[in-house]
């Protein structure tokens, strides 16, 4: 864990030139393991959306597991509410309209794709990754210095982050192993500059996508009651 104190805040412009793009989905359950058959899919639907390096694929979740660090085993059983999220440059927003109408195949569960609403991203400084590749083993610490070393590289130095429990997505080639990571007490500009380029590899697979998070204090709270 890293922990600095806090400095004071400006205020930047969101920029929309990235956006998240929530499509409207009909289907009962999918796999809680879904990553890499939700990116073969939308790669067949949209043959450029692997190589747009501002292209990211969020994994679906449920009610119950949105904001949390623990996700459901088995199926996720889906509602009126679930989305089918894609983060894009907004040139490519008529292009991802093609998804609508369209059914995916995830694993033997269909979804049927509907229209589709954008987002801006988020100004608030408190980010969280559910999933960012980490290295085969890796300790907590390495994963932290390794992340900081990064985002150092980025211009955005850390000054509050927190990661949790590793985790296998599954592919015909091998598991590739993830840690969630909360970041916190970044500028509005840091924030946004984090959340369009992401951080690490995967980024179809649902991995080195930020979101923003309600607070990093109450994590830490917990665990020092540990």
Request: proline share 5%.
């Amino acid at each position: 864990m890293f922990w600095q104190e806090d400095t004071p805040k400006t205020e930047t412009r969101i920029t929309e030139d990235v956006v998240d793009v929530l499509f409207e989905i009909k289907g009962r359950q999918i796999p809680a393991e879904h990553a890499h058959a939700l990116s073969t899919e939308l790669q067949r639907a949209l043959p450029w959306l692997a190589d747009e390096p501002r292209a990211a694929v969020h994994l679906i979740h449920v009610a119950g597991s949105q904001n949390g660090w623990e996700r459901p085993d088995d199926l996720l059983h889906l509602s009126r509410r679930s989305k089918l999220t894609l983060r894009l440059p907004k040139e490519r927003l008529a292009e991802a309209a093609a998804l609508t109408g369209q059914t995916l195949d995830l694993k033997g569960h269909t979804i049927e794709i509907g229209g589709y609403k954008t987002r801006p991203l988020s100004r608030q400084g408190t980010v969280f990754a559910r999933y960012v590749s980490s290295e085969d083993d890796e300790e907590e610490q390495s994963f932290l210095t390794r992340m900081a070393e990064e985002l150092r590289r980025m211009d955005i130095p850390v000054k509050k982050a927190l990661c949790g429990k590793a985790t296998l997505l599954d592919t015909p080639e091998g598991p590739v192993h993830t840690r969630s990571l909360l970041l916190a007490e970044l500028s509005a500009e840091q924030s946004l500059r984090l959340q369009r380029a992401g951080l690490g590899p995967g980024r179809t697979m649902g991995c080195g996508i930020f979101i923003p998070h309600k607070g990093i204090a109450a994590v830490k709270e917990s665990q020092d009651e540990d």
